[in-house]
């Protein structure tokens, strides 16, 4: 069974600086991970995925998360971040077996100060 | 472009009615998902489906029922409805492969239940 672990609730920064918003998994066999966005009353957008090869992967407007697998995570960050990416981010994970199902974490809330 | 409409958009149903929710995919994926979204619980699968005429239990299908009769649409059942299905309920399709992890989302059922 895999699983998934979003440690923060809410990350607050001011615009322009950098964020890494954490992701922890649990899962021993071949994996994809991917981050979503969400913004207030819409649906989840796709940002990034990984599967193998580069453990950096870019995403849509500036974003990239890193594998790790020694340390089980995936966390993703932005080097500036914009007012527009006030939202809530979500980790996602799906063992290669599970036919696209995705677990997804509880979700970071990411607030932009002025 | 390629979407996911659901409808209704939002919906007050009386405890012991019958609710359905639709789906439909413009994206000609043969992959289709239900999920809840709660506060604190994140995502949660419901049903999901691979094809036509296929429907497959998620982690919390207990209370729902699904019924994919195209390509192209996907349908939510809730034959008893009962408070504690008041949600926000989203569509999903998705693809085979490494393209698993993506997954393209409608705007999102607000359903209540009283």
């Known amino acids: 069974t895999q699983t998934v672990s979003q440690s923060d609730a809410h990350v607050t920064v001011f615009e322009g600086d950098s964020v890494e918003l954490r992701c922890n998994y649990s899962?021993?066999?071949?994996?994809?991970l991917s981050w979503y966005i969400q913004h207030h009353g819409h649906g989840l957008q796709f940002l990034l995925k990984y599967y193998s090869g580069n453990p950096v992967v870019q995403g849509v407007n500036g974003f990239e998360a890193e594998f790790s697998k020694s340390d089980s995570s995936f966390h993703l960050r932005k080097a500036s971040v914009h007012w527009s990416d006030s939202a809530v981010y979500f980790c996602a994970v799906s063992a290669g077996y599970n036919q696209g199902k995705l677990i997804f974490g509880q979700g970071t809330k990411l607030s932009i100060k002025p | 472009e390629a979407a996911v409409t659901q409808s209704p958009r939002n919906k007050v149903a009386v405890t012991g009615g019958k609710v359905t929710l639709s789906c439909n995919q413009t994206?000609?994926?043969?992959?289709m998902y239900w999920y809840r979204q709660d506060t604190g619980h994140g995502l949660r699968l419901i049903h999901y489906s691979y094809g036509a005429g296929s429907t497959e239990k998620g982690d919390i299908p207990d209370g729902y029922k699904a019924s994919r009769p195209s390509q192209e649409n996907f349908s939510l059942i809730l034959e008893l409805a009962t408070p504690s299905q008041t949600s926000v309920y989203f569509c999903?399709?998705?693809?085979?492969?490494?393209?698993?992890?993506?997954?393209?989302f409608g705007p999102g059922t607000r359903l209540t239940v009283l």
């Open positions: 994206n000609n994926h043969n992959n």
């Open positions: 999903a399709s998705g693809g085979w492969g490494v393209i698993y992890a993506e997954q393209f």
């Open positions: 899962y021993g066999g071949s994996i994809y």
